[in-house]
């Protein structure tokens, strides 16, 4: 895993975005999906983006690699061709018998242009 965080460490909650995007007459209605951006925490490996990892491309960060069944260790400041990118989101229940929720597994190459 690259990075990983909480929505505790969000600037504005779920709330004031809905307030803050209906504000100025744009209407919200049931199934709209509004996305809370990049969530970043404090420390440093709860960086959200790789931009924020590393430093606007100043610090190299290293990632898992296999390639033909050899396993090994990258170092990259940005993605490059070819490479896999895997997103992964769930949200435990917070109370005893609350089940969690998630999206499941989104993934995708970077092809060159």
């Known amino acids: 895993m690259l990075s990983g ?16 995007h209906t504000a100025g007459g744009c209407n919200l209605n049931s199934g709209d999906l509004l ?3 990049t969530v ?14 590393t430093w606007a491309g100043k610090k190299r960060v290293q990632l898992a ?23 992964r989101g769930r949200c ?4 005893a018998g609350v089940p969690g929720i998630g999206f ?3 993934r995708g190459q970077v092809l060159p242009c």
């Open 5 to 20: 965080t909480a929505l505790l460490c969000r600037y504005w909650t779920f709330p004031q975005m809905v307030a803050h």
């Open 65 to 87: 690699a296999s390639k033909d069944g050899i396993n090994g260790v990258v170092e990259r400041v940005y993605l490059q061709d070819g490479d896999e990118v895997v997103f």
């Open 40 to 53: 970043s925490g404090p420390e440093e490996h709860e960086r959200g983006c790789l931009l924020e990892l």
């Open 104 to 106: 499941g597994e989104c």
């Open 92 to 95: 435990e229940g917070q109370a």
């Open 35 to 37: 996305g809370s951006g």
